[in-house]
Antibody
Framework: QVQLQESGPGLVKPSQTLSLTCTVS??????????WSWIRQPAGKGLEWIGR???????NYNPSLKSPVTISVDTSKNQFSLRLSSVTAADTAVYYC?????????????WGQGTLVTVSS | EIVMTQSPATLSVSPGERATLSCRAS??????LAWYQQKPGQAPRLLIY???TRATGIPARFSGSGSGTEFTLTISSLQSEDFAVYYC??????????FGGGTKVEIK
């Protein structure tokens, strides 16, 4: 069974870059047809899909996001990463990594436990 | 962007009673809808996909129905562990995905 674990700084200053990594265990990130996503949730609010990557490196992003986003994959480390630039307080949230089973599946059956990132000076 | 609207925001139910949660899409999403359960401090857990297919290990008291723009999640007899927040999510216009705002099911 696939397991996911987020890691990264819990505090980021405004206008700086938020960087998180999701480590995949229980299988190779490049095997199968999984798509790898980032989702976030501000405190007391709902879920927002940020974007996804396939092991080929192809990406999709939520066009509604205000901050520039980059998702990358490192198959040698079995990890994928999120970079969110020029962050503001509105980017404060719990960030989850999650998987979709395949192309256009669309639902998330494995999730990480989440990591809280606070944007503050 | 497809907007997902869930109602009610909060549902007060007694243990053993039936709970009915609604999710409406701003345009048709066919049957491309999933439901998740989230407890405090935990990640969401997939309950239903394809509007009505239970995910692996999900008890039969959870059922999903609907298509197009109107969907329902029914919990036939609420157990103590079912009090949580529930989210719907559409994936009809994959690769784009959107979630509803959630319904909190609380103890009456």
């Amino acid at each position: 069974q696939v397991q996911l674990q987020e890691s990264g700084p819990g505090l980021v200053k405004p206008s700086q870059t938020l960087s998180l990594t999701c480590t995949v265990s229980g299988g190779s990130i490049s095997s199968g047809s999984y798509y790898w996503s980032w989702i976030r949730q501000p405190a007391g609010k709902g879920l927002e899909w940020i974007g996804r990557i396939y092991t080929s490196g192809s990406t999709n992003y939520n066009p509604s996001l205000k901050s520039p986003v980059t998702i990358s994959v490192d198959t040698s480390k079995n990890q994928f990463s999120l970079r969110l630039s020029s962050v503001t307080a509105a980017d404060t949230a719990v960030y989850y990594c999650a998987t979709e089973r395949g192309y256009s599946y669309g639902w998330f059956d494995y999730w990480g436990q989440g990591t809280l990132v606070t944007v503050s000076s | 962007e497809i907007v997902m609207t869930q109602s009610p925001a909060t549902l007060s139910v007694s243990p053993g009673e039936r709970a009915t949660l609604s999710c409406r899409a701003s345009q048709s999403v066919s049957s491309n809808l999933a439901w998740y359960q989230q407890k405090p401090g935990q990640a969401p857990r997939l309950l239903i996909y394809g509007a009505s297919t239970r995910a692996t290990g999900i008890p039969a008291r959870f059922s999903g129905s609907g298509s197009g723009t109107e969907f329902t999640l029914t919990i036939s007899s609420l157990q103590s562990e079912d009090f949580a927040v529930y989210y719907c999510q559409q994936y009809n216009n994959w690769p784009a995905l959107t979630f509803g705002g959630g319904t909190k099911v609380e103890i009456k």
